[in-house]
């Protein structure tokens, strides 16, 4: 396990937010109640400002998957956590699948220790290619491909192969125009590398153009990921995605769009073969 003389809990690598925005309250800060162990489950306490001087506390379980360097030596962790439920909205649409919506508060979060400068120096010297990709997952499961060019100072990272899994998606209730979305995202984002840290303002997708009939609409994206280095020997990659993405639907002869919000932490371990 991650004892507190080794571990960090890196804030600007744990994320929290409400997917239901009708519920109020905005996400403050998220703590382990004990340290997390290998057995892959325990409890986070999760702190609600209710926007009217309140602040709750909620005692909510985790879970999450384990990056190790060794059988007993673990340096990141990436799980989720949620207090709520979910229900199924049908479509008056034949062509359409039914709408899972969440009612709650539900969240991914990233836990570990952060690799040094030094550490990275001498992970980046012991390479023959100045190159390196990183392979993993968002914490609901899109898979994610990061190549890093150290030379440049550059990476492009690619989650869901750049497109969404729409049976996979899951949204909240609409609010002014948005929608919390879970699930797997698809985007592509390039940036750059900055010490032990990437980031990236510049996002896109494969998915944009979509076609109601003869009538054709371009999505809008944005967004920003941040990450961090974990471990001795920069053996992965662990960070914050958070990206609004344009959604069109039908409903007879309607045609609406509203913005989705969706937030996510991910996961990477170094490609080796």
């Known amino acids: 396990m991650l004892n507190s003389e080794e571990a960090q809990l890196l804030l600007a690598t744990i994320k929290a937010f409400t997917i239901n925005p009708n519920g109020g309250g905005s996400i403050t800060s998220l703590e382990f109640v004990d340290p997390p162990t290998t057995d892959a489950n325990g409890t ?15 005692a909510v379980p985790a879970q999450y998957g384990l990056f190790t360097e060794n059988v007993s030596d673990v ?10 439920s979910f229900t199924t909205q049908e479509t008056r649409n034949p062509n359409d699948d039914d709408r899972i919506l969440f009612d709650g508060h539900l969240g991914t979060f990233v836990y570990g220790v952060e690799t040094t400068q030094a550490q990275l120096n001498s992970f980046v010297d012991s390479l023959a290619v100045k190159t390196a990709t990183y392979t993993g997952a968002t914490g609901f499961g899109a898979d994610v491909t ?4 150290f030379t440049a100072q550059t990476w492009t990272g690619t989650f869901n192969g750049g497109v969404d ?3 996979e998606l899951q949204f909240g209730p609409e609010n002014l125009g948005t929608a ?16 032990t840290n990437i980031t990236s303002s510049s996002i896109s997708a494969n998915d944009l153009s979509v076609s109601f009939g003869n009538q054709d609409f371009t999505r809008t994206i944005s967004g920003t990921v941040d990450a961090t280095f974990y471990g001795s020997e920069a053996q992965g990659i662990g960070g914050i995605a958070d990206i609004n993405k344009q959604f069109y639907e039908k409903d007879g002869p309607d045609i609406t769009s509203f913005d989705g919000k969706h937030i996510t932490t991910f996961a990477t371990e170094l490609d080796t073969d």
């Open 44 to 58: 986070l306490l999760v702190s609600i400002d209710q926007g009217d001087g309140r602040i709750s506390t909620l």
């Open 75 to 84: 340096y990141m962790f990436q799980g989720t956590w949620r207090d709520g």
């Open 146 to 149: 990061l190549n890093l060019n």
């Open 165 to 167: 899994t729409t049976s």
């Open 180 to 195: 919390a979305v879970i699930g797997h995202i698809g985007f592509t984002a390039t940036g750059t590398i900055s010490g």
